[in-house]
């Protein structure tokens, strides 16, 4: 079955600071990787996604991740963190069969101080 | 850019009583979903609809619950008779198939 690890529950980080957050997943084949982000109140909003080829992915606000099939994992990087990022991020596996179901990880809250 | 919409924003009712959650999907997608989060929790998988049918549901699916798309452009989570436990955030959310779903900013569900 498919499941998805995020082993840190909250995060802060200086503004101006990297960030890297941490992804496990768990599925029978290389899945559909995603990463959401939710602002307070707010819903959940695309960063990126894997489906194929380049194992680097370019997001949204300076996002990337990595695709490591040998860890199974997609961790969530930022070179220099703004105060605005501060969210709840979110790693989703995608079932390649059928409808893509999500499968979410428990999130990460950032937060960013001055 | 197309965005899915929820409506209401925040519901409110008492226990037993039926629930509709309304979701306009993007007009181009296909596929349909809810999803839940519970308060303090991850957000899960309840349900994905194509086809005028459901393709899967989640154990937390259950006979309470129901979806609909009563027309071209709406999209419903019917919950029958609902119980505390059903409190949480229901984010509706599409895609064309293959490609990254869009979320709604989902309807807070609160059961008195």
């Known amino acids: 079955a498919q499941s998805v690890t995020q082993p840190d529950i909250h995060i802060t980080v200086s503004e101006g600071a990297s960030l890297e957050l941490r992804c496990n997943y768990s599925?029978?084949?290389?899945?559909?990787l995603f990463w959401y982000v939710q602002s307070p109140g707010q819903g959940l909003q695309l960063l990126l996604k894997?489906?194929?080829?380049?194992?680097l992915v370019q997001g949204i606000k300076g996002f990337e991740a990595e695709f490591k099939r040998s860890q199974s994992s997609f961790n969530l990087r930022k070179p220099s963190v703004h105060w605005s990022d501060a969210a709840e991020y979110f790693c989703?596996?995608?079932?390649?069969?059928?409808?893509?179901?999500?499968?979410f990880g428990t999130g990460t809250r950032l937060t960013v101080i001055p | 850019e197309p965005e899915v919409t929820q409506t209401p924003s925040h519901q409110v009712t008492q226990m037993g009583q039926e629930v509709i959650l309304r979701c306009v999907p993007i007009?181009?997608?296909?596929?349909f979903y809810w999803y839940r989060q519970i308060l303090g929790q991850k957000v899960e998988f309840l349900v994905s609809?194509?086809?005028?049918?459901?393709?899967?549901k989640s154990e937390i699916f259950d006979d309470q619950f129901s979806v609909e798309r009563p027309d071209g452009s709406n999209f419903t989570l019917k919950i029958r008779s609902t119980k505390l436990e059903d409190s949480a955030m229901y984010f509706c959310?599409?895609?064309?198939?293959?490609?990254?779903?869009?979320f709604g900013d989902g309807t807070r569900l609160s059961i008195l």
């Open positions: 959310a599409s895609s064309k198939g293959n490609q990254p779903q869009h």
């Open positions: 599925y029978g084949a290389t899945p559909y």
């Open positions: 894997y489906f194929s080829g380049d194992t």
């Open positions: 989703a596996v995608g079932d390649r069969t059928g409808a893509n179901n999500l499968f």
């Open positions: 007009s181009n997608h296909l596929y």
């Open positions: 609809f194509y086809n005028n049918e459901i393709s899967e």
